[in-house]
């Protein structure tokens, strides 16, 4: 499989901001082999994986084809019993945890909040990185935290308790804390869980927000392949443990892969001007 290609971008993009790809940071995964403790075998193995600096990757396939876990590891929450995770080079488990979190956003599926914390509270705890100790909170902090609040569109949400919120909002909470740590990767393991199509939207347009005008580099995981064609740069599709495809959408959406990975008889328009468009017919038999 040939690895994507990144090119470098110094022109205005669609919105007339600059396109920051060059000072952007990029992640890999080499000779991997990922597993748990209650596991007696590998749950993923790859040779190599990679993030391009500026470009948002999405990581399709069926539940329990390993992308939450690869994720993980490549966010340093999980180690890997074999090979390594380089951040522009650098060997991730050698960094400093703080120093990780200043480059380095991760929105876990899993997430829980102390009962009484504001949205607002919660916001500011994605500024930890970026303050010592017993620091202040800075005019930074706040201008980070006014803009994270207002691109997860939960202003109007910003005294509630957390544990009053629906779990969509909890959801979108979650994010604009992420979003106020301010890193040159982010990484979201299935951020439109819970959310209506409106929301999801709204999450997916705000990733491509970050990455077009600030250059972020994006890894997330979507259980909506369409989705992830219409908005990702490249595709990382997985299949038991093992990457089955990577590059461009228009390349790996194909209904081959829909009907080897996915298990769906579909058609494929890949001329459309939003990325390649699936039509599922029927669920093929296992």
């Known amino acids: 499989m040939a690895e ?28 991997l082999a990922i597993g748990y403790p209650t596991s007696t075998d590998p749950v993923v193995e790859c040779e190599r994986v ?15 084809s390993g ?24 060997q991730i488990q050698s960094m400093e945890s703080k120093q990780l979190a200043q480059q380095l956003g991760l929105l876990s599926q899993e997430n829980s909040s ?3 914390l504001t949205v607002e509270d919660l916001v500011f705890h994605g500024r930890y990185p970026h303050r010592g ?25 910003r005294d509630e308790e957390m544990s009053n919120l629906s779990g969509g909002q909890k959801q979108l909470a979650w994010i604009a804390m992420v979003l106020a740590q301010d890193t040159d990767i982010l990484l979201l393991d299935e951020p439109t869980t819970y959310l209506d199509l409106h929301h999801q939207l709204r999450v997916m347009e705000v990733v491509r927000t970050l990455n077009r005008e600030e250059g972020v580099t994006v890894g997330i995981v979507l259980h909506d392949i369409g989705q992830a064609a219409r908005f990702a740069d490249n595709l990382v599709a997985m299949k038991e443990g093992e990457l089955y495809d990577w590059g461009p959408p228009i390349d790996v ?27 599922p017919h029927r669920a093929i038999e296992e």
């Open 133 to 157: 100790f017993f620091e202040a909170v800075s005019e930074s902090d706040r201008e980070a935290v006014e803009r994270a609040i207002a691109l997860a569109g939960v202003g109007h949400l």
């Open 67 to 90: 992308k939450s876990t690869l994720l993980k590891s490549m966010a340093n929450q999980l180690a890997p019993e074999r090979g390594r995770i380089l951040l522009d080079g650098n």
């Open 50 to 64: 990679v993030l391009p600096a500026g470009e948002v990757t999405a990581l399709v396939g069926p539940n329990g």
């Open 253 to 279: 959406v194909t209904e081959g892969l829909l009907a080897d990975v996915f298990r769906v008889d579909a058609d494929v328009d890949s001329r459309s001007s939003t990325g390649p468009h699936i039509a």
């Open 4 to 31: 994507p290609q990144t090119i470098a971008d110094d022109s205005a993009d669609e919105s007339g901001h600059p396109n920051k790809v060059d000072a952007a940071s990029e992640l890999v995964g080499e000779d």
């Open 114 to 116: 102390p009962g009484g």
